[in-house]
């Protein structure tokens, strides 16, 4: 055990280490946590993590090149007043992240794990990002909006030279002008490989199966979409949706290959989702939501993930979950072995 950087909180399946990050404030947390493109390096970024109530010290990104023994901070913007809504690792210097202040977007890059500078937004054509992700170090997008609200179109951008350039699409209409991004911080999005799907606040999701040179919208036979998950193996590969029924139920539902939907059995104890992860052994578990209540629940299984309570985010890295608590003194992220 490390003094002063850790302390071990006993699970049933094994310890879960919190890391403390050494900022000393209340109701920011990390709401996403990204593995890098190259596989080897985490970021994550804060937000608050009390719906429209912003950050109270800035935005901060986290970083560990070291499998989350330990983190480094780098300050993304000092302002108040402001969301961490989407972080996209590229390697261990090199990442973006896309901040939020009442209906403006702004997205920050750096290049050296430590500064942080606005990207033009010229160079995508969108005046509003919301959603970044990169499929391996040199191909990534950018998903965001222009025009005004009420002919407002979607648009997606993409590099295949690691951001040194971009090239938009044609713009899609949104449907209605009020849709967006069903949740932040990659919450509603879900990608394996070159495959990437982004469920809206509508009825629709978005999804690419080529490594976002080509997009279509398609309609979600459940409603609208609180999670998904995208496995392949063997040739097949597996797209599954899940949402929130009015009845206080999860439904689900699977398509291989481009097949026809079929219902997939959801365990009893799961009432809500809010984002869904895959882990070891093709199991889906959910992101825990503190301001929700949702916990950290395997939904095949029913069984609750024992991280410690109040935790938010979850990303997925070989045999370890990490996730987050609010960002007080011994308080940060969490590393926890899965199952």
């Keep these: 055990m490390v003094i002063l950087l850790c302390f071990l909180i006993i699970a049933t399946t094994a310890p879960a280490q919190v890391v403390d990050l050494k900022l000393d404030f ?6 996403q946590i990204d593995t890098s493109a190259d596989g080897i390096t985490l970021w994550g970024i804060t937000s608050s993590n009390v719906d429209r109530l912003p950050t109270i010290a800035g935005v901060y990104a986290v970083r560990s090149t070291n499998n989350g023994t330990s983190w480094d901070t780098s300050c993304i913007t000092p302002d108040w007043w402001r969301w961490g809504i989407s972080i996209a690792a590229v390697n261990a210097v090199h990442a973006y992240a896309i901040i939020n202040r009442d209906d ?7 290049l050296d794990g430590k500064t942080w500078l606005e990207v033009n937004p ?21 998903l965001g909006t222009q025009g005004r609200k009420i002919e407002r179109k ?3 951008a993409r590099t295949t030279d690691g951001g040194a350039s971009w090239t938009p699409s044609i ?21 394996d490989g070159g495959t990437l799907v982004i469920g809206m606040n509508s009825q629709r999701y978005l999804i690419t199966t080529d490594t976002g040179q080509t997009w279509t919208f398609e309609r979600s036979p459940i409603g609208r979409i609180a999670g998904a998950v995208i496995s392949s193996s063997g040739g ?7 949402a929130n029924q009015p009845s206080g139920t999860v439904r689900s539902v699977t398509s291989t290959n481009g097949g026809p939907w079929q219902d997939v059995t959801i365990h009893p104890s799961v009432k809500k989702v809010d984002g869904v992860r895959l882990v070891a052994s093709e199991g889906i578990v959910t992101i825990p939501r503190s301001l929700s209540n949702i916990p950290c629940i395997d939904i ?9 309570q109040r935790v938010d985010a979850l990303a997925v890295k070989g ?4 996730t987050s608590q609010e960002l007080m003194p011994r308080q940060g992220i969490v590393r926890l072995q899965y199952p």
Aim: positive net charge; charged residues 10%; glycine residues 6%.
């Design 104 to 110: 403006t977007t702004w997205l920050a890059r750096t």
């Design 122 to 142: 010229a160079m995508m054509d969108i005046s509003n990002p919301l959603f970044i992700h990169f499929f391996n170090p040199r191909v990534g997008v950018v």
């Design 154 to 156: 979607w648009v997606v």
């Design 319 to 322: 045999p370890y979950l990490f």
């Design 171 to 191: 713009a899609m209409l949104a449907e209605p002008p009020t849709e967006s991004i069903g949740s932040f911080n990659a919450r509603s999005a879900a990608w």
């Design 26 to 31: 209340q109701t920011n947390s990390v709401m």
């Design 300 to 308: 095949g299984r029913g069984t609750t993930v024992p991280f410690p």
């Design 236 to 242: 097949l590969q597996r797209i599954q949706l899940l």
